[in-house]
């Protein structure tokens, strides 16, 4: 290369034209000599120095820019040592002496879109290159003409350190030595047309500044897992359709706050958080979205840096000393995942390479009316690998057991919330997203073949969610039954004397409870925008209110489905949930609000001990309805078996009237004795346990024999059968 073609080529590199900056930068062979050019725009005089200090050459100005080239003895190490016009002295490894550690293996996997450890090869690694430890920058960036990282090691330039384009996997990359953790970063890309983007924080970062800040940071974690016993056994069974699952869900900013309003930290959670939803019984710990978002009031479900876990409870290995804590404890860790949209800020992946990259660019595909959001190009290969990828990474460097999928409904279908006209049909003509059900499918394979379970939020009718794809399925483990949370707490709204006008509300959950393994959530959605609190939505004095909230939760734990109780809902919360808060802890002074959190935390522990009440859930054989259809009285009373030796009756009045001597048909003759009284419990009066109830041999319900129980008002019972 002669002195024209250098001049050329730093001219395409600072005006934004260069993709194989190595070619000119950096050390090379001309002819016998070894020369050495840099770009360093603010330097007015750079010189090039030996590993030990020692003087090795001056360079000479050969750009205006600040391009310099100077000549070394041999082909040795050498460092860059610059004086700037203010007498300011930096030295450094030239960046563009090394070379890259992505192999032809991996550009061909992120190429095709089949890279399971994507995370480790584009983002911000740091690594040792050639015995220099440093940082080795990676983006996948098709469509930019120029792409450059910047940071405060290179004062935020980007002429500074413009990246290798490698052209088979569209990837832009660099190592940068000698800069390490914590170090903040951008990329700054000038798209096809030459116009520069705004910069952009990195699609695969895993670390961020505290907002209002938006940059990535550099992230190397040290953290040591102390949760062997659990990833060795536990984590195995604990998802199982025949385990207990009770899932605590959380919001981290708002469970509890400090005296000056600020939210806990990640390691006062892991104290805090954990060990209360040990105390109450919890099986499963469940974070609303603690991946990295710009705006609070989104509450994480418009995520904006999918690999990084929210810096506003603190940097990532406390976020895992988290989840290594719950693991201790006993606890699983489900983590909301939203793969469903994503905002349009700036700063993200909204037309990340000058184009629509991460989107569809046809708003009809590509834009959430709704919610003013993107969607993700599910089409492109790379765009798939990029969330299959993320999945993975959060169940094996965070070790989360369970990903709970946010708004399936509105990938599952081209028209979800459009009218005519505003969406486009699949190659048949119909509404269902077809590159989304083939997502679906390869996610699930890949994160259960990594050890992890996942949990659909769907809330419409397609079948077959929780159904293997060999039979026809999504392929996912579990799905929220959110038609059976609409009615049932439609019915407890209702006036206790007109709720037999609405009785199949109560029953009609069990007509296609076996179709699906379902969840049973009262989430979040529940206690916001209007729908007031579980407690607020029933009518009443204040003691009836919350003694029907107690029998709600009983006849919910006997209920075929895992459980899942937001947070607020045990201590019997008056008001809606607010993100800026915390939970009203001061309820627990009243009685009756601790009788309600000592209700929740007794049916965690029976629902857990009893398998009764859990491991038939996938099976209609383990659910019996004894009364169905005493809509006057508004009475419901089924057993709940697990083999022939284990069989609990769970009966529930939602009136305010007690029914004495109500009989009920028995499927088995014995005795049964009082196992739990929604009425009493963690108060001084708790009924005697041990007294039994005998059958007798009168008809009742169609059946021969039958038993009479006192029904207290606005209560439920679990009664345990004991045989002859």
Not at 275 to 300: K, R, V
Not at 598 to 610: F, I, P, T
Request: with cysteine.
């Amino acid at each position: 290369m002669n002195q024209d073609d250098v001049t050329r080529q730093v001219n395409r590199l600072v005006h934004g034209h260069g993709d194989d900056p190595f070619a000119t930068l950096g050390r090379h062979m001309v002819g016998d000599r070894v020369v050495v050019r840099c770009l360093w725009p603010r330097a007015e005089h750079v010189v090039l120095i030996g590993p030990d200090g020692t003087h090795l050459a001056d360079m000479s100005r050969v750009h205006d820019e600040g391009a310099f080239e100077g000549e070394l003895p041999s082909w040795c190490d050498y460092r860059l040592r610059a004086t700037d016009a203010r007498g300011r002295v930096a030295e450094q490894h030239d960046a563009y002496r090394f070379g890259t550690p992505l192999s032809d293996l991996d550009l061909h996997l992120i190429g095709e879109g089949t890279h399971e450890y994507l995370y480790r090869k584009l983002g911000a690694n740091v690594c040792v290159m050639d015995g220099v430890r440093g940082v080795h920058f990676a983006v996948w960036a098709p469509n930019a003409q120029r792409v450059s990282v910047v940071g405060s090691f290179n004062g935020w330039d980007g002429r500074r350190h413009v990246m290798r384009r490698h052209h088979e996997a569209g990837v832009w990359d660099i190592f940068v030595p000698e800069i390490d953790a914590g170090e903040p970063y951008k990329y700054e890309l000038i798209a096809a047309d030459g116009h520069k983007l705004p910069l952009k924080a990195d699609p695969m970062g895993r670390f961020a500044e505290p907002p209002p800040g938006n940059a990535s940071r550099v992230e190397n974690s040290d953290h040591r897992w102390r949760d062997h016993d659990w990833m060795k056994g536990p984590r195995a069974t604990a998802n199982q359709p025949d385990a207990p699952i009770s899932i605590y869900e959380v919001h981290l900013g708002s469970w509890k706050r400090h005296a000056d309003g600020t939210p806990l930290d990640y390691d006062e959670l892991a104290n805090e958080l954990v060990e209360y939803a040990a105390d109450m019984g919890f099986t499963h710990l469940e974070l609303m979205p603690i991946h990295e978002h710009p705006f609070d009031g989104s509450w994480g479900y418009q995520p904006i840096g999918l690999y990084a876990p929210t810096c506003r409870f603190g940097p990532p290995d406390a976020c895992r000393r988290l989840i290594d804590r719950a693991h201790q404890r006993g606890l699983a860790v489900i983590i909301d995942w939203v793969a469903a949209h994503f905002p349009r800020d700036a700063h993200g992946l909204a037309e990340f390479d000058g184009t629509c990259l991460y989107e569809h660019a046809d708003p009809k595909r590509g834009a959430h009316m709704d919610w003013g959001t993107l969607i993700f190009n599910l089409s492109r290969r790379e765009v798939a690998n990029y969330l299959i990828a993320n999945a993975l990474y959060w169940v094996r460097e965070f070790h989360v057991d369970a990903l709970r999928v946010d708004a399936v409904a509105s990938m599952l279908y081209l028209d979800y919330s459009r009218e005519d006209g505003e969406w486009i049909p699949n190659e048949h003509g119909g509404n269902e997203n077809l590159e989304a059900i083939e997502f679906f499918a390869e996610l699930n394979a890949r994160v259960s073949a990594a050890g992890g379970t996942t949990m659909a939020e769907e809330s419409t009718a397609w079948p077959m969610v929780s159904r293997p794809v060999s039979e026809g399925g999504l392929g996912f483990d579990y799905k929220w039954n959110l038609g059976w949370m609409h009615d049932t707490l439609a019915y407890l709204s209702e006036d206790p004397l007109a709720r037999k006008h609405h009785h199949d509300k109560m029953t009609f959950g069990l007509v296609y409870a076996f179709s699906e393994n379902f969840i049973l959530p009262l989430s979040h959605d529940e206690v916001v925008h209007g729908k007031r609190s579980l407690l607020g939505r029933i009518p009443g004095d204040l003691p009836a209110r919350l003694a029907t909230l107690r029998a709600y939760f009983a006849f919910m734990f006997a209920h075929p489905g895992k459980k899942l109780l937001f947070m607020g809902a045990e201590l019997a919360q008056h008001t809606e949930w607010a993100y800026q808060g915390e939970l009203d802890w001061a309820l627990l002074d009243a009685p009756d609000h601790r009788q309600t959190q000592a209700a929740v935390r007794a049916l965690n522990g029976l629902y857990r001990q009893c398998p009764a009440l859990h491991a038939g859930d996938a099976h209609e054989a383990s659910f019996e309805w004894l009364v169905a259809e005493d809509r006057d009285h508004s009475v419901f009373a089924f057993v709940r078996t697990f083999g022939a030796d284990e069989m609990i009756l769970c009966v529930s009045n939602f009136t305010p009237i007690a029914r004495s001597q109500y009989r009920i048909g028995l499927p088995r003759d014995g005795a049964f004795s009082l196992l739990f009284d929604s009425s009493n419990v963690g108060t001084d009066t708790d009924i005697e346990q041990a007294k039994l109830l005998d059958s007798a041999p009168i008809p009742s319900d169609g059946r021969t024999r039958s038993i009479t129980v006192d029904l207290p008002a606005l209560t439920t019972l679990y009664l345990r059968w004991h045989a002859d």
